[in-house]
DNA sequence: CCATTTAATTCAACCACTGAACAAATAGCG
DNA sequence: CGCTATTTGTTCAGTGGTTGAATTAAATGG
């Protein structure tokens, strides 16, 4: 059995780089029609579709005909319409073909969704528990049940698993280890190997590996750009326990030369300030993570459940306990440094709050906000959008199981050809 | 004279995010051989391309045919070959097919050049002047004179100027409004109006405005893609009288939503320091910028001119002048802090100390890797380089010509249509 | 001098898109 | 009710560009 591990999920773009042969012909157009499809607010005709890609109608419906045969695509009910002319046949992403598996570990927590071609989130299961004291091929042995039951679910509904993603919260190299997941405890564990004895998630399926492993703040900052406020680029920064930035640039996560973009949580903020544990000081960590802001909070001993205390904070801050206001405005000021960076680095327009930071957005965002005013060049020319994120806690998950998805849809004949 | 006016350099991606009809598909494999031919080491046979590309022999010599045809590519003398079989036809880009005109604008100096497609520097001339007490209009119409005297330069050596792109240490807006440059105090200059006097920068040549306005960093950090040590994800510093940074991102320039990327000047190293005339307090140019260092040197009053600068420092600290190794130390220390943060988030694996730095860089570079080495959290599994650009001052004027050049190279079709 | 080897070209076949004509299905109007 | 206008979707000959195999070209080596 040949098993080939190819960790992160990669958005293949629709052009090859290599050579163009006629076949790449029809393989562009399908993921160019399928593309619109997608992101088309309501469903399109044949003849809308021609007249949006610059293609002749024929060629849409022989396009259109492949992908329905595929299962990809399914023609709505003819939809009420105004004026004269035949009736259109609307066309919509298929909800019985190809579904995503997402698969989240984390500190206190597992999850597994099934997402369909749609973006339709078709089945979650959450299972807490505290997995620092359990040991990871144990974690992943838990992981694997729940698998299975997502499996279960999507079969029920007439979907066909194509793949699945894995979010782990940590450094993911390009053969599938976790060099470091410092909040679980985890260090260069070898998720594949570990998952090797588990079948259903060891396949290959026409040259993509069916499970993909990557890092849980990336697969939140891509849920944010499938089911979020949409395209464009933006920072989404995921407050968990440690502290992870998601990059989007030009509808695409960024993922750096080794797949380590974005860890955002050891930039420093002051630094000659107190030393952190990844060995410098003064990191945004120290201001702005979880533990820290509780311990500013006066929390600190309170043991509250990782997932649990952004709530609290929300709540004793929202009944105007001035201690926690404190430090969830000295937390936004830190955050604010830090995005400050990055805005003058990148030049991004939107900031996103994600995970642990989505309840509290509306105490971070004005320090924050007070920071980039002056701290951004470009401020003035034009605002930046400080926002909390569209998904809860269950980010991670749906976006892993978005990007199987996103990963048919960008490169549809992949898919097809595997009938 | 329609002059449709198009700010900032970007590179076609060769595969339109439209239609793709069949003449794309040879447009398509035109940029695929030729980018192909560009990056070989040595003259590429056909035969050879084509066990590259994986298209057939019968079509890259098609798809040769055309590229000779139009200029863009001339075969080479046979070169002495080992072992049995017909000798191979190496094929070399055109020394007398289209250059790029590349113009730059800074504190001190005007200059232009030309390169040819294969990237050679075919005509180089640099005018020395302070252009801060020279208003815009006539600082843009020196430039003009410059320009013209390159392509006369240019006609002389059969060489066809194809474009043209100028470099601003600025800001400059999409439609080439420069916002502000402020170390040559400019605020909202409309370059294109300025120089629409002069009809050879403001032609149109099939669709591609003649014309480009660029920053002058990010245009320095594509003359190091380009000429440098080649491809991957850096990030290139310049150091001149401001700080600026270009980033490339798997091998293209990355310029943000606006193309206002790369600000690091005034990214805070420490919040509370001292304030910077950009309303932050702090920032890095108050650390390492060419002021702020001469300032910590000694030489506040010495008033060197701008591009002299560096390498009187360089002589200095070369002389072992105490005050100056410690001053340049203290900024390598800042520049150290920021990079670090830059590498957290953006996981690059290569920083290129470019403009005034490059002369400095054997004493930046030991406290830029100590400061990398304490606060990037994955310097233990993959190290970071430091290391001074190969284009020296010219770097900005030479990567505005080659970025011309390059978007030839990216999407020959639109060259070959202008015959 | 001829077999071997590699390079490049030629040519019929084929694939996918185009453009125009045609069939289908509706609304509006007398 | 029937006719026209209108829009959707399909059919089909035509075309551009690639493929694959055969052919020609130009060298080496025994």
Redesign the interface.
């Known amino acids: 059995m040949a098993v080939m591990w190819q960790c992160q999920e990669v958005i293949p773009?629709?052009?090859p780089a290599?050579?163009?042969?006629?076949g790449?012909?029809r393989e562009?157009?399908l993921a160019?029609v399928l593309g619109r499809i997608a992101a088309a607010p309501r469903p399109p005709s044949r003849a809308a579709l021609a007249a949006e890609?610059?293609?002749t109608r024929a060629t849409v419906s022989a396009v259109v005909e492949d992908l329905v045969a595929g299962r990809l695509v399914t023609e709505a009910e003819p939809q009420p319409r105004s004026g004269a002319g035949r009736p259109a046949r609307g066309l919509v992403l298929a909800g019985d073909g190809p579904a995503g598996l997402g698969l989240e570990v984390n500190v206190d927590y597992l999850a597994a969704c099934v997402v369909d071609l749609a973006g339709e989130v078709r089945h979650h299961c959450v299972h807490r528990a505290d997995l620092r004291p359990v040991s990871p091929a144990d974690a992943l042995g838990r992981l694997v049940r729940l698998a299975a039951e997502a499996r279960a679910a999507a079969d029920a509904q007439g979907l066909i698993l194509a793949g699945a993603a894995l979010g782990v919260p940590g450094?993911v190299?390009d053969v599938g280890l976790v060099?470091?997941a410092p909040n679980l405890g985890w260090r260069d564990v070898p998720v594949p190997e570990l998952l090797a004895e588990h079948p259903p998630l060891t396949e290959v399926i026409d040259g993509v590996p069916a499970l993909v492993v990557d890092n849980e703040a990336n697969l939140a900052a891509l849920s944010e750009l499938h089911a979020g406020a949409g395209p464009?680029?933006f920072l989404h920064i995921s407050g968990e326990v440690g502290i992870g930035?998601g990059?989007v640039?030009d509808n695409a996560l960024?993922?750096?030369?080794?797949?380590?973009?974005?860890?955002?949580g050891?930039?420093?903020?002051?630094?000659?300030g107190p030393p952190c544990r990844?060995?410098?000081r003064g990191c945004l960590e120290r201001y702005a993570g979880q533990e820290s802001i509780l311990a500013a909070a006066g929390l600190a001993g309170a043991d509250l459940p990782a997932d649990t205390a952004p709530n609290r904070l929300a709540e004793l801050a929202g009944a105007g306990d001035a201690t926690v206001l404190h430090a969830l405005h000295e937390a936004g000021v830190a955050l604010g440094?830090?995005v400050?960076?990055?805005i003058?680095?990148?030049?991004?327009?939107t900031v996103v709050l994600g995970g642990g930071y989505a309840p509290l957005a509306p105490w971070l965002r004005p320090p924050m906000l007070a920071e980039i005013e002056?701290?951004v060049?470009?401020a003035a020319?034009?605002p930046v959008t400080v926002r909390p994120a569209v998904l809860g806690a269950t980010a991670a998950a749906v976006g892993a199981a978005g990007s199987v998805v996103r990963r048919i849809i960008a490169r549809p004949v992949a898919w097809l050809a595997r009938l």
């Open positions: 773009t629709a052009a290599g050579a163009v042969r006629q790449s012909l562009l157009n160019l890609t610059g293609l450094l190299d060099r470091l464009g680029s930035a990059i640039l960024y993922r750096g030369a080794r797949g380590w973009s974005g860890e955002i050891h930039i420093p903020v002051r630094p000659d990844c060995g410098g440094v830090t400050s960076s990055v003058n680095l990148l030049d991004l327009d002056r701290r060049l470009t020319w034009s």
